[in-house]
């Protein structure tokens, strides 16, 4: 049974469709790219899919669980973490952590806290506040926050943006570790030769409809007019019509 | 000032307003503004109603008449000025002058400051780097500041303006003149205190000294000036007898005639002239002084020479990210960084996460270092009166004081506490994702702020048993016996139980009452921000201006229908025990408070659990992406 299943996903914003009919399957283990032109609609779906916004119609299922419906389990199974790193202003890093423990129930929370923050980089950092960490380390603590409860599917949204090149090189592995451990990654990212490198499938949108999806390979196959080597950009543009735009 | 500014002034004023008007597409927005605006007309339109000066009913507004038997009394504010001798007036001229005197001067003495300018980071970047002269860009900071200058005179003028309509007109000019002086002065106090700033060292030491030497004789001057009018004007008082009006009015007529403090008070006395003016004449002479006050401000403020771009800037960045406030409340050392509320354990209910992160929002100090200090705070106040020779007013005064924090933090808490979804609601991108459902969201946002108001209730409580405890020790040291209460004795005749006892279980039926009062108070607003996300500041930091104001209406009318149909039930249900008691001639026993307290209490948790509910639901379908959620 697949981990994320989503059918005929709508979502509106005053009549304007932003995500379009959308269906989609995830196995567990597997790094999906989004990828699609501004406006696409990447950020809709995966805030949709996490819970953050309520779909107009359609159902998503995250580990068996409806995400309307059976709002708590669905959650659990999940971890999102949004291209803008948010923090509360008032906890600091160990406060963070501990907060979230509680909410998710990790009981060995400080410890695995702990092991998260030295794994990112950020042990030297715990009694710090959001406002003296910079915009990489906030993401790399976002991040880290996030696999604190061992989801079964994590969502980025932009999770490369901010980050230095070490801290980048760092992400992508660490992102390649979690499927292997089992973990569903969903990124979204307009950085395409990342997602090349980090994604075993991709999902191109454009105007909130799904215009191809599968690896990279099968994506190829189905383009005729691309030679056999050509990278996801040349696909993106050839499918998104990128190359007939001024 | 350039027109480009002028255009962008109006241009980000009507997007404001348009931004607004577009929310009463939605209904639930557009209820809300019919039921606001009936609100305002109940307020606004009674002294409306005066200028208009029709009706025949007993009450008539208009006039400010009520009809007693057959007889017509007046009413009012302009009804007491009739009464009081006409020298009463520069009484009350000199007593504003005088706390408008004190506010400068301490408002000088202050140490913090601001920069010049308050604008927000995206248009300073743009101001700044376009080709207009540091004067132009000042006009436009203080042109900002007009819409709610306008506002805060227009509801002085409808709420404290008196008489006819041309009369409210110029006293609405009145108010503007005053509110834009204030607001002159005090960017020129900025400005100053930035230049201290920037000059450093002994210079910016000695201007420091100069001004809290200035301002300190100043003030001792003025007070010892006061001082003696204060005794000329106590003996003419004396004079009036038992007429305590006439009393009244002849002290303030006295204060009024004291040459020295006139004097000595002469240029905050011509600022506020013009309220006083009796006639159209007056009132236009008195205008020219502070006329001429506003322009040389203006003058003063617009030819700065301080830089002020990097200032700006940086406080800009700072309110886009977090408030300046909260962050020096912040300690810098580790073990500071360490404190919390309560050890939060990583098992256990989901919701004590919330409430541990609002209630570390407010303060980092733990909650038993809270109840030791206090309770020690409670042992002194109790302890060092009884041995020294404190007369009963004293202990009156601090019961008093105590008896007001348990209904106002209760009634208020929403007001008082923000560290609810009005905060977290900014955050509600990682809120939605937590494993929760919304009603026991909701119900952990909204136990922060009543913690907060029943810590703060049961301080206060503390304090009128301290007061009482204090005062009978202190008649046990005296020998005089330790019976002697706070109450009077035919209060005691009823209550028979000790009176240690006694207090402490009127404090236990007093705090369930609290508490559900404070949960109804804070679920109606963490339910007003779900439902009018758009109208409701989000933030910690409580706004002024018109917006605020209007949404504190909305929700106060809101708070007193649900408090009035929370507390009939359960008034009604203690109100036929007593009676059952009364029937029966058996006195209430103190043990009954508690029970008392809990049946009155229950029908407002019932109502606060529902608007919980309520809200929890409204959560669960909440869109942040329909909505503008931000602290503008």
């Known amino acids: 049974m697949p981990l994320v299943q989503i059918n005929?996903?709508?979502?509106?914003?005053?009549?304007?469709?932003?995500?379009?009919?959308?269906?989609?399957?995830?196995?567990?283990?597997?790094?999906?790219?989004?990828?699609?032109?501004?406006?696409?609609?990447?950020?809709?779906?995966?805030?949709?899919?996490?819970?953050?916004?309520?779909?107009?119609?359609?159902?998503?299922?995250?580990?068996?669980?409806?995400?309307?419906?059976?709002?708590?389990?669905?959650?659990?199974a999940l971890a999102f973490v949004p291209d803008e790193p948010r923090l509360f202003e008032d906890l600091t890093v160990r406060d963070?952590?501990?907060?979230?423990?509680?909410?998710?129930?990790?009981?060995?929370?400080?410890?695995?806290?702990?092991?998260?923050?030295?794994?990112?980089?950020?042990?030297?950092?715990?009694?710090?506040?959001?406002?003296?960490?910079?915009?990489?380390?906030?993401?790399?603590?976002?991040?880290?926050?996030?696999?604190?409860?061992?989801?079964?599917?994590?969502?980025?949204?932009?999770?490369?943006?901010?980050?230095?090149?070490?801290?980048?090189?760092?992400?992508?592995?660490?992102?390649?570790?979690?499927?292997?451990?089992?973990?569903?990654?969903?990124?979204?990212?307009?950085?395409?030769?990342?997602?090349?490198?980090?994604?075993?499938?991709?999902?191109?949108?454009?105007?909130?409809?799904?215009?191809?999806?599968?690896?990279?390979?099968?994506?190829?196959?189905?383009?005729?007019?691309?030679?056999?080597?050509?990278?996801?950009?040349?696909?993106?543009?050839?499918?998104?019509?990128?190359?007939?735009?001024? | 000032m350039n027109r480009a500014l002028w255009e962008l002034q109006i241009r980000s004023l009507r997007g404001r307003l348009m931004r607004r008007l577009r929310l009463l597409r939605q209904p639930r927005y557009l209820i809300g503004l019919v039921a606001g605006l009936a609100w305002m007309a109940f307020w606004v339109g009674r002294p409306l109603g005066r200028l208009a000066g029709r009706g025949d009913s007993g009450l008539q507004l208009g006039n400010g008449m009520v009809r007693v038997g057959d007889n017509w009394v007046r009413f009012g504010p302009a009804a007491l000025l009739e009464k009081l001798p006409a020298g009463a007036l520069e009484g009350v001229h000199l007593l504003i002058a005088v706390i408008l005197a004190l506010a400068i001067c301490l408002w000088w003495l202050a140490p913090w400051h601001r920069p010049v300018l308050r604008l927000r980071e995206e248009e300073l970047s743009l101001l700044l780097a376009a080709p207009l002269s540091r004067r132009q860009i000042i006009q436009y900071a203080l042109l900002r500041h007009q819409p709610g200058i306008l506002f805060g005179s227009f509801i002085?003028?409808?709420?404290?303006?008196?008489?006819?309509?041309?009369?409210?007109?110029?006293?609405?000019?009145?108010?503007?003149?005053?509110?834009?002086?204030?607001?002159?002065?005090?960017?020129?106090?900025?400005?100053?205190?930035?230049?201290?700033?920037?000059?450093?060292?002994?210079?910016?030491l000695h201007r420091r000294i100069w001004l809290a030497g200035g301002a300190g004789l100043y003030l001792v001057a003025t007070g010892a000036a006061l001082y003696s009018a204060h005794a000329t004007a106590l003996a003419a008082a004396a004079g009036a007898g038992d007429d305590m009006l006439a009393g009244v009015g002849n002290y303030l007529a006295g204060l009024g005639s004291s040459v020295p403090v006139t004097i000595l008070l002469a240029p905050l006395l011509a600022m506020v002239a013009p309220f006083f003016?009796?006639?159209?004449?007056?009132?236009?002479?008195?205008?020219?002084?502070?006329?001429?006050?506003?322009?040389?401000?203006?003058?003063?403020?617009?030819?700065?020479?301080?830089?002020?771009?990097?200032?700006?800037?940086?406080?800009?960045?700072?309110?886009g990210r977090s408030r300046k406030r909260d962050r020096r409340q912040r300690p810098r050392w580790k073990l500071g960084r360490r404190r919390q509320p309560f050890p939060l354990l990583p098992g256990g209910l989901p919701e004590v996460a919330i409430?541990?992160?609002?209630?570390?929002?407010?303060?980092?100090?733990?909650?038993?270092?809270?109840?030791?200090?206090?309770?020690?705070?409670?042992?002194?106040?109790?302890?060092?009166?009884?041995?020294?020779?404190?007369?009963?007013?004293?202990?009156?005064?601090?019961?008093?004081?105590?008896?007001?924090?348990?209904?106002?933090?209760?009634?208020?808490?929403?007001?008082?506490?923000?560290?609810?979804?009005?905060?977290?609601?900014?955050?509600?991108?990682?809120?939605?994702?937590?494993?929760?459902?919304?009603?026991?969201?909701?119900?952990?946002?909204?136990?922060?702020?009543?913690?907060?108001?029943?810590?703060?209730?049961?301080?206060?409580?503390?304090?009128?048993?301290?007061?009482?405890?204090?005062?009978?020790?202190?008649?046990?040291?005296?020998?005089?016996?330790?019976?002697?209460?706070?109450?009077?004795?035919?209060?005691?005749?009823?209550?028979?139980?000790?009176?240690?006892?006694?207090?402490?279980?009127?404090?236990?039926?007093?705090?369930?009452?609290?508490?559900?009062?404070?949960?109804?108070?804070?679920?109606?607003?963490?339910?007003?921000?779900?439902?009018?996300?758009g109208w409701v500041r989000l933030g910690k930091q409580r706004r002024s201006g018109a917006a605020q104001f209007g949404q504190n209406l909305v929700v106060s009318?809101?708070?007193?229908?649900?408090?009035?149909?929370?507390?009939?039930?359960?008034?009604?249900?203690?109100?036929?025990?007593?009676?059952?008691h009364y029937v029966l001639g058996v006195s209430i026993s103190p043990w009954e408070w508690p029970v008392l307290g809990i049946l009155t209490a229950l029908p407002l948790g019932v109502e606060a659990t529902g608007l919980i509910l309520l809200a929890g639901k409204r959560w669960e379908r909440f869109d942040p992406s329909a909505q503008t959620l931000s602290e503008d």
């Not at chain 1, 592995?173 to 569903?184: C, K, P």
């Not at chain 1, 056999?228 to 993106?236: M, P, V």
């Not at chain 2, 009145?174 to 700033?197: G, Q, V």
């Not at chain 2, 700065?304 to 771009?309: A, D, G, I, S």
């Open chain 2, 277 to 319: 003016a009796t006639t159209p004449m007056a009132y236009g002479i008195a205008l020219a002084l502070p006329l001429a006050a506003l322009v040389a401000h203006h003058a003063w403020v617009v030819r700065t020479p301080r830089l002020f771009e990097d200032a700006a800037l940086e406080q800009a960045r700072k309110r």
């Open chain 1, 8 to 76: 005929k996903l709508v979502k509106e914003y005053d009549g304007l469709r932003a995500v379009d009919d959308l269906d989609l399957e995830l196995e567990a283990g597997v790094v999906l790219g989004l990828v699609g032109p501004n406006g696409a609609g990447k950020t809709t779906t995966l805030r949709c899919l996490s819970g953050i916004i309520p779909p107009t119609s359609g159902c998503i299922l995250v580990n068996g669980h409806d995400l309307e419906k059976e709002r708590v389990p669905a959650r659990r």
């Open chain 2, 557 to 580: 009318a809101a708070l007193m229908i649900t408090l009035a149909i929370g507390l009939i039930p359960g008034l009604l249900v203690a109100g036929l025990v007593v009676g059952l």
């Open chain 2, 156 to 204: 002085m003028s409808i709420f404290l303006g008196v008489g006819s309509l041309p009369q409210r007109l110029g006293f609405f000019f009145m108010a503007w003149l005053f509110l834009s002086l204030w607001d002159l002065h005090s960017t020129a106090r900025h400005l100053w205190h930035a230049r201290t700033l920037e000059a450093g060292g002994m210079v910016a």
């Open chain 2, 355 to 533: 409430i541990w992160k609002n209630l570390l929002q407010v303060s980092r100090l733990g909650l038993g270092t809270k109840a030791a200090l206090g309770l020690g705070a409670l042992l002194l106040v109790t302890l060092v009166p009884a041995f020294l020779p404190t007369p009963t007013k004293f202990y009156l005064m601090v019961a008093i004081a105590g008896a007001f924090p348990p209904a106002i933090t209760a009634l208020m808490c929403g007001l008082i506490y923000r560290h609810d979804l009005r905060v977290d609601l900014l955050h509600a991108d990682i809120l939605r994702t937590w494993p929760l459902s919304g009603s026991r969201l909701v119900a952990a946002e909204v136990a922060g702020p009543v913690i907060s108001a029943t810590l703060v209730a049961s301080l206060s409580m503390g304090i009128m048993i301290a007061a009482e405890t204090s005062h009978r020790l202190q008649a046990l040291l005296a020998g005089r016996g330790g019976g002697q209460s706070l109450l009077p004795a035919e209060a005691w005749a009823y209550i028979h139980a000790p009176a240690p006892l006694a207090m402490l279980l009127a404090a236990a039926g007093i705090l369930p009452l609290v508490v559900a009062l404070a949960a109804v108070s804070s679920a109606i607003q963490n339910l007003a921000v779900l439902v009018f996300p």
């Open chain 1, 96 to 246: 963070h952590l501990a907060v979230v423990a509680r909410l998710y129930g990790v009981t060995d929370g400080r410890r695995r806290g702990a092991e998260l923050l030295a794994r990112f980089d950020l042990s030297e950092r715990e009694e710090a506040y959001p406002s003296e960490l910079s915009r990489g380390m906030k993401q790399k603590f976002m991040i880290a926050l996030a696999l604190l409860h061992r989801p079964r599917l994590l969502i980025l949204d932009e999770p490369l943006t901010g980050l230095d090149p070490a801290a980048m090189r760092h992400m992508k592995r660490t992102l390649q570790e979690m499927a292997r451990e089992g973990m569903a990654v969903m990124v979204s990212s307009h950085m395409l030769h990342l997602v090349e490198e980090i994604c075993d499938r991709i999902l191109i949108l454009q105007k909130g409809q799904k215009i191809m999806q599968g690896s990279l390979s099968e994506i190829r196959a189905r383009l005729p007019a691309l030679d056999a080597s050509a990278d996801l950009e040349e696909i993106f543009m050839h499918a998104t019509g990128g190359d007939d735009q001024p």
